[in-house]
């Protein structure tokens, strides 16, 4: 059964950090690239990063950059995303999603193969 699990969400204080994490299972993410979404209350779900496969190309999205990083693993068959610096409007659920093969720049959504359920994220003081 294919599958993506994200972790590693919680409440954390402006300024903190988190790290998110997204498994796979029932595939390799050898060959797949991966982005991490993000949707607020009332608003729409936007990309914040994605990393391609095999040449591991990352990108950003302009309000995260230089505060997120991603990576993966391939050995474990996770990507995570480290979140430094958080703000209160970095609070949504995020969500990581797959699509086979090499990308430059994170294509748009509906392009994604599968998709995680979600990992809650909350800035707070």
């Known amino acids: 059964q294919v599958q993506l699990v994200e972790s590693g969400g919680g409440l954390v204080q402006p300024g903190g950090s988190l790290r998110l994490s997204c498994a796979a299972s029932?595939?390799?993410?050898?060959?797949?690239?991966i982005g991490w979404f993000r949707q607020a209350p009332g608003k729409e779900r936007e990309g914040v990063s994605c990393i391609s496969s095999r040449d591991g190309g990352t990108y950003y999205a302009d309000s995260v950059k230089g505060r997120f990083t991603i990576s993966r693993d391939n050995a474990k068959n996770t990507v995570y995303l480290q979140m430094n610096s958080l703000k209160p409007e970095d609070t949504a659920v995020y969500y990581c999603?797959?699509?086979?093969?090499?990308?430059?720049?994170?294509?748009?959504?509906?392009?994604?193969?599968?998709w995680g359920q979600g990992t809650q994220v909350t800035v707070s003081s």
């Open positions: 029932g595939f390799s993410l050898d060959y797949y690239a």
């Open positions: 999603a797959a699509l086979p093969g090499i990308i430059v720049g994170c294509p748009a959504r509906d392009k994604y193969n599968y």
